[in-house]
């Protein structure tokens, strides 16, 4: 891929013209480099990542280094993209019952089935380009676990959650109120999207139950946008 098809790439992702962007780009010192290991960056200057073609800055003072920006959260800020670091607050909410068919409709449903206690399950594993606009988690019965979401490689949550059997956590996106019969209320019958978490590689979610293990009913639901 050449520097013009990538300038190209990054100014129809960004909503902008070759030439604005392009512009930019040399008011901030000239077409940027592409990183690699051992070579001295200037603080404050644009690299490219050869992991995933991404344009990067360099926050950290002058210096090289061994890893890649796409992976260095500490050293260089992402430009060409938002790059989620960390998630710290879901939504956590009943939704009345722990049942599949009443949870996150309108997403994609992975059912784990039964995992016994402390075992790390994947239950997710996604390769590609792309946003993640939705992502909830029903256990379906008593007894939380861990919960980690890992976006290119780092982990944006990574915590303990869902104590009780009929509670959902939303962790990107919002929950939709839906009416069923009876009338019941489920307030994370629907999955709604928002702007979500971008990726350039993958998305990995696991789940390690800690006190139950999972059920028959247990839910992952996610909706994803993907871009290449």
Known sequence: MTLEQR?????????????????????????????????SINQGELVLSPTDWELYRRVAPTGSGAVDPADDTGAYRAVSFDRVTSIATPNVLSNGVATSAD???????????????????????????????????????????????????????????????????????????????????????????????????SIDVWFTPAVASTNAQSTLGYITRLTG
């Open 103 to 201: 949870f996150a409709n309108g997403a994609t449903k992975v059912l784990p089935g039964v995992r016994a206690v402390g075992t790390r399950t994947k239950i997710l594993a996604l390769a590609g380009r792309g946003s993640l606009t939705y992502l909830g988690w029903q256990k379906a019965n008593s007894g939380g676990g861990r919960f980690e979401l890992i976006v290119d490689g780092l982990a944006v949550f990574d915590a303990s959650i869902q104590t009780v059997a009929n509670d959902t956590t939303v962790l990107v996106g919002a929950p939709g109120l839906g009416v069923i019969a009876g009338p019941a209320y489920r307030p994370a019958y629907y999955a709604i999207q928002r702007p979500g978490v971008e990726f350039r590689r």
């Open 7 to 39: 300038i190209a790439d990054l100014a129809q992702a960004m909503g902008e013209d070759v030439k604005t962007l392009t512009a930019a780009i040399a008011a901030a010192g000239g077409a940027p480099r592409t990183w690699a290991s051992g070579l």
